[in-house]
């Protein structure tokens, strides 16, 4: 039923209810036919008809219009306040909740724009709570079912949010697949901060998949572009995800370079969600980068780590962030905080995410090997390579099996070791 049969509807039950006939009603501005017209729904009133109307049937604009009244219309904006808040202050199983109250709300079912506000939300809030596929689900049914009250700015947020999804769960064709597809949709002469938010968010996807010639050439598009607009949220974007795919070719210090530029502007403009998560990455940087600077790795990471749990970050940020601390507490050779950020980051974990799955328990093994508990270390890396055998083969696949072949090796078990050297050639096939 469309909104023009909606609205004839509601006017025939009103006029029903008020006792009146269509000439009562019509009389005397309108005709009776118009008015039967309008309810049957093959003629659409203007602003102005449907004003007097209102008047004539004694009710209001707002609820011939959407099927609310106005107290009801003014509670559902509150309720998505409430929602929007509990998420930015990282209160998200709360969010959760009230998103998902408000969806299951019947009055605002005939209010496109609000109802799909409350979906949103509700997918971000999943999101955040680990429940990727719920937040697949959602954020694809809002691609499928995009109408007129759908801006190109919410589309594309969506988009990004599904593509940074499937990326977390994994699935990195159907990440390339959601951000070309809409980039393909619009002309890369027409760059702004969303559609270059949408290609940083597929870079980081490229860069997952394996795809490094691609991700260096999208990169130097994507700064150039950044550069043009001048905008502080697009040059963030670029720059931090240009540094990930600059330091997977080798180029470290160009990878400092371009990630404390986009740190210094984040931390002037930026919210801080975002802050957090960039400091987070730039924390896996400077571990790999410059290993002589743990401490300050760790000081830094402990930071995101505050900062991340008091913003509306997903559990996948703070298992990433729990994991750097636990690696900068290695290098600093301390290995049992290492182990209790390890042990945390694991009890984070759901059972949707085999890739993170398989990375703390490889980092578990690293650390009781380095604890010389052989038996522990072999029971985690045995695991891990269970999970590591049912992902799909790309580079940071093969990087974990060669991660787990190096610590077999060093534990004596070379039979294992030699399985899992294969498993990361055949990866990369080779």
């Not at 990169?219 to 963030?236: D, H, Q, Y």
């Amino acid at each position: 039923m469309t909104s023009q049969d909606l609205v004839g509807q509601r006017i025939k039950t009103i006029r029903r209810q008020r006792g009146l006939s269509q000439a009562q009603l019509a009389h005397p501005e309108l005709s009776d036919s118009y008015v039967s017209l309008i309810e049957s729904g093959k003629r659409t009133p203007t602003p102005a008809v449907l004003e007097l109307l209102a008047q004539k049937l004694d009710c209001s604009l707002t609820y011939l219009v959407n099927g609310v009244t106005a107290e009801q219309m003014e509670e559902l904006d509150l309720g998505l306040r409430f929602a929007r808040m509990a998420l930015e202050n990282g209160e998200v199983a709360e969010a959760r909740r009230r998103y998902r109250e408000l969806m299951e709300d019947k009055s605002i079912l005939g209010l496109n724009s609000l109802r799909e506000d409350a979906q949103f939300g509700y997918a971000r809030a999943v999101e955040a709570c680990g429940d990727l596929d719920e937040a697949i689900r959602v954020l694809n049914s809002l691609m499928e079912s995009g109408g007129e009250s759908q801006t190109p700015s919410r589309r594309v947020a969506i988009a990004i949010a599904l593509c940074r999804c499937y990326r977390e769960r994994g699935d990195y064709q159907d990440g390339v697949r959601v951000g070309e597809s809409l980039l393909s949709e619009t002309a890369r002469s027409n760059w702004n901060d969303d559609l270059i938010e949408l290609g940083s968010t597929l870079l980081s996807v490229y860069i997952m998949r394996g795809d490094l010639l691609r991700a260096r050439q999208f990169a130097a598009e994507l700064l150039s572009a950044a550069e043009t607009l001048g905008t502080p949220r697009s040059i963030v974007a670029a720059c931090w995800n240009a540094a990930i795919a600059a330091e997977h070719v080798g180029f470290g210090e160009e990878a400092m370079s371009l990630i404390e530029r986009a740190l210094a502007i984040q931390s002037e403009t930026g919210g801080p969600r975002n802050l957090a998560r960039l400091r987070g990455a730039y924390v896996k940087l400077l571990l790999q980068v410059r290993p002589d600077e743990a401490a300050v790795a760790r000081d830094l990471a402990l930071r995101a780590l505050g900062e991340l749990k008091e913003s509306s970050s997903s559990v996948v940020d703070v298992i990433y962030c729990s994991i750097y601390l636990a690696q900068a507490e290695l290098a600093l050779g301390d290995l049992d905080t290492a182990l209790g950020y390890a042990q945390q980051a694991m009890d984070l974990i759901g059972d949707n995410n085999p890739h993170l799955h398989s990375e703390v328990h490889l980092l578990l093994g690293q650390i009781y090997f380095m604890q010389r508990r052989d038996e522990a270390c072999s029971t985690e890396l045995s695991v891990a390579g269970e999970s590591l055998k049912h992902l799909s083969a790309t580079r940071k696949v093969a990087e974990s099996w060669q991660h787990a072949a190096d610590t077999m090796a060093q534990l004596g078990d070379h039979d294992a070791s030699v399985d899992a050297y294969q498993r990361a050639l055949a990866c990369v096939g080779l």
